[in-house]
């Protein structure tokens, strides 16, 4: 499923970026991004073996947006099933038919 009209981008590829092996922390900034899709996909295919702490910042202009994407880490972070806390995110915001 996709969000909106462009696919998530993995904005850090640390495979070509930096070696396989890289350990430094990582501080990550998405200014005024509406969304946390490149958010999510850069985490999600970060290498297993990166054990560093990261911090994101993730802020927009527009409070519901800030507020939605907290519900959405919220969701995520505190669901012990993936499959269901994904499915509550994607359908999240919709109007039934």
């Not at 501080?27 to 990166?50: C, E, I, Q, T």
């Not at 911090?55 to 939605?68: C, Q, S, Y």
């Not at 519900?71 to 919709?94: E, H, N």
Request: aromatic share 4%.
């Amino acid at each position: 499923m996709r969000w909106g009209n462009i696919a998530a981008i993995n904005v850090l590829q640390l495979d070509a970026n930096e070696t396989a092996s890289h350990q430094s922390d990582m501080s990550l900034l998405f200014a005024a991004s509406g969304d946390m899709r490149n958010l999510v996909k850069s985490v999600v295919d970060l290498p297993s073996s990166y054990l560093k702490p990261d911090e994101a910042v993730l802020n927009d202009k527009e409070f519901d947006l800030v507020v939605r994407n907290a519900v959405m880490l919220l969701i995520a972070l505190t669901t012990d099933d993936p499959k269901q806390a994904c499915t509550t995110i994607s359908t999240s915001g919709t109007r039934p038919s």
